[in-house]
């Protein structure tokens, strides 16, 4: 796990959750996005910085552990990432230690059936960029569709910073967003369904999509 950039992300305003960078994240620069925190009745994630990082250590670098080899989430998106239909336990290990993850909305959900408000994605977008600012990846890849359309309204009224290149990115399916900061930097994020979602999750399906849109993102992972 890396660090470094804890003191930066302290300083977000509505940040509740410190984002997981792996240990060699700054070599990959990956930056993967999921919605929401979901209370599991243990109280580990209510008023704890470092659940995101606690949940990562976990179901990822512990996953060669029974009670943490299930988690669904991040077993489809390391397949869909990754472009493989199944993870060993060492791939899993070297993904998490190459990739950054965090959880766009900042409000801690009482279950999978309650979604983000649009305040919530309002709050999260806002530490999206700030976090983007200050990690400055190379790939983004957003795991649900959901929160779009405020991201569209984050960017009509922050355009002094952030401009987005064409309003039709935001109509045409499946999502790609490419962004430029007032500094020059350009980013681009690629959409896919939500891993675990009403809609389904074909990983082949959208690992095609993200390796059209990132060709050299193969060269991160090991295939073995």
């Known amino acids: 796990m890396n660090s ?25 620069k990956i930056l993967l996005v999921a919605d929401s925190h ?19 250590n976990n179901q990822g670098l512990q996953s060669d552990k029974p009670q943490f080899s299930k988690a669904k ?8 990432v990754m472009n493989v239909p199944n993870t060993s336990y060492e791939q899993r ?5 190459g990739v950054s993850y965090f959880n766009l909305s900042p409000t801690l959900m009482p279950s999978p059936r309650v979604r983000p408000s649009d305040d919530d994605f309002d709050k999260g977008w806002l530490n999206f960029m700030e976090i983007v600012d200050i990690i400055k990846p190379k790939y983004i ?23 987005r290149k064409n309003v039709k990115d935001f109509y045409k399916k499946p999502f790609v967003v490419n962004l430029s900061h007032k500094n020059a930097d ?8 939500h891993p675990t979602g009403a809609r389904g999750y074909n990983y082949k ?6 390796h059209a849109e990132f ?10």
């Open 186 to 193: 350009q980013y681009k994020i690629v959409f896919t369904h």
């Open 93 to 97: 290990l070297s993904f998490w230690n």
């Open 141 to 163: 890849i957003k795991f649900a569709y959901a929160g779009i359309g405020r991201l569209g309204a984050y960017l009509t009224h922050h355009q002094e910073t952030w401009q």
């Open 38 to 56: 979901y209370d599991d009745g243990c109280g580990w994630l209510d008023g704890n910085p470092l659940a995101t990082k606690q949940f990562i």
């Open 73 to 80: 989430i991040l077993r489809e998106i390391e397949k869909a």
């Open 215 to 224: 060709p050299d993102l193969h060269t991160h992972f090991n295939s073995n």
């Open 205 to 210: 399906k959208w690992a095609e999509q993200i």
């Open 4 to 28: 470094t950039y804890d003191a930066q992300f302290k300083q977000i305003k509505n940040i509740n959750w410190l984002p997981w960078i792996g240990a060699n994240y700054d070599t990959s």
